[in-house]
């Protein structure tokens, strides 16, 4: 399990480096969890969405939005992106992990705060 652990502080360092710049990068909201015990374990990738919205759309509460172009962004936010690992089950300690994330330009192109901040 320390190995796994070790594997995950690997994966975040990676994920900080590769999205240093002075914009964010949706590699900023990447949070990578692991589970289970040694050639039993297992991955999944997700995105902190509250952390996204309230960078890309500058709110701090989504509860209260009044702007129907604004809620409409949010709601169809999961469909900008996809994000996979090359590795998801039956992972073993020292295993390494590739996580790819693709931003579907054709739809983000008609939202300029997503453009902005991805």
């Known amino acids: 399990m ?3 652990t070790a594997l995950l502080f690997l994966c975040t360092i990676v994920l900080l ?6 914009s964010k990068k949706l590699t900023d909201y990447v949070e990578v969890n692991f589970s289970g015990i040694d050639s039993k374990g297992s991955a999944s990738a997700s ?3 509250e952390k996204l919205i ?8 989504v509860s ?3 702007d129907e172009e604004v809620k409409n ?3 169809n936010m ?3 992106y996809k994000i996979e690992l090359d590795k998801d089950k039956n992972l073993s300690n020292g295993d390494e992990i590739k996580v790819t994330i693709t ?7 008609k939202n300029k705060r997503w453009r902005k901040n991805n």
């Open 2 to 4: 320390k190995k796994i």
């Open 17 to 22: 480096l590769t999205a240093c710049g002075s």
């Open 47 to 49: 995105i902190d969405e």
């Open 54 to 61: 309230k960078d890309v759309f500058d709110l701090d509460s």
């Open 64 to 66: 209260n939005i009044a």
């Open 73 to 75: 962004e949010i709601k």
């Open 78 to 80: 999961d469909d900008y």
């Open 103 to 109: 931003v579907y330009e054709e739809k983000t192109k």
